[in-house]
């Protein structure tokens, strides 16, 4: 089943303090391309165990057009607040419209995930303590991976602990593409029925799916609605996923997270969950 989150949250006019983070390992490269890179920050402690520390792994939006790993509502808030945590940070970029359509954004995302648990121990962390959020477009491609972990085995990428959805509505890509839409999601699908069924979390979603953190704006008209359709679906296919509707915008969805509040502390809820 899954649980409604909260409906609201007050927002801290001061941000946190940035200083909790250690060295940052920014440029990566996990494939040829110049987009195929990823910054890793670590935190200033690690646990006991040198190479048992929990990773998040962020994949920006940017309506599969725009957006960059280095913008700092990425990685700022959450960075501070995690890393204080002992977490491993990693801020994926990947190729975008035109060169890259939203299949294969998603394999390039997988490609990340697969370079991450590769080479996490060598960065104190535990590749078996994986958490991977993403946001609007991110959001998106994180979910199609995590509803169809084929796709990321295909890249190899093994399962990660859960998924962490920020403010996305593109869930069911063929519902979507055969009813009103906006206009960006012509540029991202096209008019290929194959492509829509492809990039489709709820058209790929397998059996008994690892647990989703389901976040979505009130402010927008759709959004908390398609969250809900997949929740039903994901506990139609024996998974297990929270629901967590905030009177935020779809940009501070994004940007408050990390700082102190009942939202960071929901998120902290569905990771102490996960992660034991």
């Known amino acids: 089943m899954f649980a409604a989150g909260l409906a609201s949250t007050s927002l801290l006019a001061a941000a946190p303090a940035l200083a909790r983070a250690g060295r940052v390992l920014r440029d990566l490269k996990y494939g040829p391309a110049g987009r195929q890179a990823l910054d890793v920050y670590l935190p200033e402690v690690l646990p006991e165990n040198p190479r048992n520390a929990p ?34 940070f990693v801020s994926v970029n990947y190729r975008m419209l035109p060169e890259a359509d939203p299949l294969e954004q998603a394999r390039d995302v997988a490609r990340a995930v697969a370079w991450v648990q590769k080479n996490a121990a060598r ?109 039903r679906a994901l506990t139609a296919r024996g998974g297990i996923s929270t629901l967590l509707p905030l009177d935020l915008s779809h940009n501070q969805i994004n940007t408050e997270l990390g700082r102190p509040g009942p939202y960071t502390r929901a998120v902290d809820g569905f990771l102490a969950g996960i992660m034991t």
């Open 55 to 88: 990773i998040m792994v962020m994949v920006h939006g940017g309506g599969w057009v725009i957006g960059d790993k280095s913008n700092k509502g990425v990685w700022r808030e959450k960075v501070a607040h995690w890393g204080a945590q002992g977490y491993i």
């Open 123 to 231: 960065h104190g962390g535990n590749a078996g303590r994986m958490v991977v959020m993403g946001h609007s477009a991110g959001g998106h491609l994180v979910s199609l991976l995590a509803a169809d972990p084929t796709l990321a085995a295909e890249h190899g990428a093994r399962p990660w602990r859960g998924t962490v959805s920020l403010d996305t509505a593109a869930f069911d890509i063929e519902g979507i593409m055969t009813n009103r839409h906006a206009r960006l999601y012509d540029r991202a699908f096209g008019d290929d029925p194959a492509l829509w069924r492809a990039t489709s979390a709820t058209a790929r979603l397998k059996p008994r799916p690892r647990p989703f953190l389901l976040v979505c704006s009130t402010q927008r008209a759709r959004s908390c609605a398609r969250n809900e359709d997949f929740a």
